[in-house]
């Protein structure tokens, strides 16, 4: 839970962030944001005393708080912080994901597509790096941008399976997660395709829809395009 985030955050040594940590446990969701938000004030106060790590776990924290809490502002804020004081941390592109997520849930489509731009452009090594591409496609689709959100699906369906294959668990095995994650989205992507061709290209989409078919047959998206 949050609350328990809050704790393990008070366990790096800070007695109020513990005592705040042991209230919002026992309160709820929204007393974990609050002793969040305190936290990541503290951090900002200590400035470089303060470790980047910590601080960034707190920010991305207390943007999953608010996320839960449907406090999409407070969450892209959140996340925007932690993107923007803590490139270099590992949670920098997770920030930058759930940021878009924020963004796309007001409806911030520009913005949304911004931020999903930064991580595609700066942390290609992400677990999350195909997850964003697949997301640029939906938000320049939305915007307009059909040869854009085009170029983006593609990608998503011509190399993310090679991408996943290249990610390895500790038996230097590809990791099956990603590996189906990533086959979800090269179907989803190759539909998508075919969606984006079907008024204007109705040959060229017959193309996609019949490449999900062939490549994907056990897939959602092979029924939707028969």
């Known amino acids: 839970t949050q609350a328990d985030k809050v704790a393990k955050l008070a366990a790096a040594g800070d007695a109020e962030a513990a005592r705040q940590a042991e209230e919002a446990r026992q309160a709820g969701l929204k007393d974990a944001a ?42 892209a804020a959140a996340f925007s912080d932690v993107a923007t004081r803590y490139p270099q941390d590992e949670r920098a592109a997770w920030a930058l994901y759930h940021l878009a997520l924020a963004f796309g849930e007001q409806n911030k489509l520009a913005e949304a597509k911004d931020a999903i731009q930064k991580l595609v452009t700066n942390y290609r090594q992400s ?49 099956p997660a990603l590996v189906d994650k990533a086959k979800d989205l090269a179907a989803d992507s190759l539909f998508r395709l075919g969606e984006l061709m079907h008024k204007d290209k109705p040959e060229e989409a017959a193309k996609y829809y019949q490449r999900v078919a062939e490549k994907f047959p056990a897939s959602r998206w092979a029924l939707l395009a028969q």
Do not use: H, I
Request: hydrophobic fraction near 45%.
């Open 127 to 175: 677990r999350l790096f195909l997850q964003a591409a697949y997301l640029m496609g939906d938000y320049q689709a939305r915007l307009g941008d059909k040869d854009k959100s085009r170029s983006a699906y593609t990608m998503v369906a011509e190399q993310g399976l090679d991408w996943a294959e290249k990610w390895r668990d500790a038996a230097n095995r590809p990791d």
């Open 34 to 75: 609050v002793a969040l938000r305190k936290a990541v004030e503290s951090f900002r106060q200590a400035g470089d005393k303060a470790v980047p790590a910590d601080a960034a776990e707190a920010g991305t924290f207390l943007g999953e708080a608010c996320l839960d809490l449907k406090d999409y502002a407070g969450a």
